[in-house]
């Protein structure tokens, strides 16, 4: 199993810069890929941007450019540095773990999530 405990949300105007912070239980070096997902209200929640063990990162067309994930492993921590900030940005954003065990059973943890939001 994996906790996840996310920091860094708040309220920053359009333009702004946060960053948001993920503490896992395990080292994150040992979890499959770890993201940060988004979920705006009466919207489907959606992928922003991962990191798989190797280090590769993917990111959202909408925030290409803008947002930059990273991770401290001696710190067993996930960062998602969010600049030029824009009110669609807006939302809850949710760290993510996915497993993959040697069976190959497969599982995701999340986090309780922390509230970005970005004013006009």
């Known amino acids: 199993q994996v906790q996840l405990v996310e920091s860094g949300g708040g309220l920053v105007q359009a333009g702004g810069s946060l960053r948001l912070s993920c503490a896992a239980s395990?080292?994150?070096?040992?979890?499959?890929?770890m993201g940060w997902y988004r979920q705006a209200p009466g919207k489907q929640r959606e992928l922003v941007a991962r990191?798989?063990?190797?280090?590769?990162?993917n990111y959202a067309d909408s925030v290409k450019g803008r947002f930059t994930i990273s991770r401290d492993n001696a710190k067993n921590t996930v960062y998602l540095q969010m600049n030029s900030l824009k009110p669609e940005d807006t939302a809850v954003y949710y760290c993510?773990?996915?497993?993959?065990?040697?069976?190959?059973?497969?599982?995701?943890?999340w986090g309780q999530g922390t509230q970005v939001t970005v004013s006009s």
């Open positions: 993510n773990a996915h497993l993959v065990l040697v069976s190959g059973d497969e599982y995701d943890y």
């Open positions: 395990r080292s994150v070096f040992s979890i499959h890929a």
């Open positions: 990191i798989t063990y190797g280090g590769s990162t």
